[in-house]
Nanobody, 118 residues
Framework: QVQFVESGGGLVQPGGSLRLSCLASINKFSSSTMAWYRQVPGHDRELVATITMNEIPNYRDDVKDRFQISRDNAKNMLFLQMNKTKPEDTAVYFC????????????WGQGTQVTVST
């Protein structure tokens, strides 16, 4: 059974930082392109960042230069360092394998809520 456990979310003021973590209990984690997604109520889940098995990152334009994705293959962990946060970053954040569309994924963790507000 695929399992993802996300943590590290919370309330942060605009301009602040958070570090999200994900423990992925999946086979072949080290050879998988992994991703962070986020979802706002009433909207589709969207891709935030990806990282390949060779640790090459990619980001959506509105988080580029502010977020940093990383991984620890020895521990099956995925991370998202969020800096210079904005109110529009408010969402529930999820980790999973990368898919061209989040709608193709059936197994999700509970996610971690990030709220950027004064």
């Amino acid at each position: 059974q695929v399992q993802f456990v996300e943590s590290g979310g919370g309330l942060v003021q605009p301009g602040g930082s958070l570090r999200l973590s994900c423990l992925a209990s999946i086979n072949k984690f080290s050879s998988s392109t992994m991703a962070w997604y986020r979802q706002v109520p009433g909207h589709d889940r969207e891709l935030v960042a990806t990282i390949t098995m060779n640790e090459i990152p990619n980001y959506r334009d509105d988080v580029k230069d502010r977020f940093q994705i990383s991984r620890d293959n020895a521990k099956n962990m995925l991370f998202l360092q969020m800096n210079k946060t904005k109110p529009e970053d408010t969402a529930v954040y999820f980790c999973n394998k990368f898919r061209v569309s989040a709608s193709l994924i059936d197994d999700w963790g509970q996610g971690t809520q990030v709220t950027v507000s004064t």
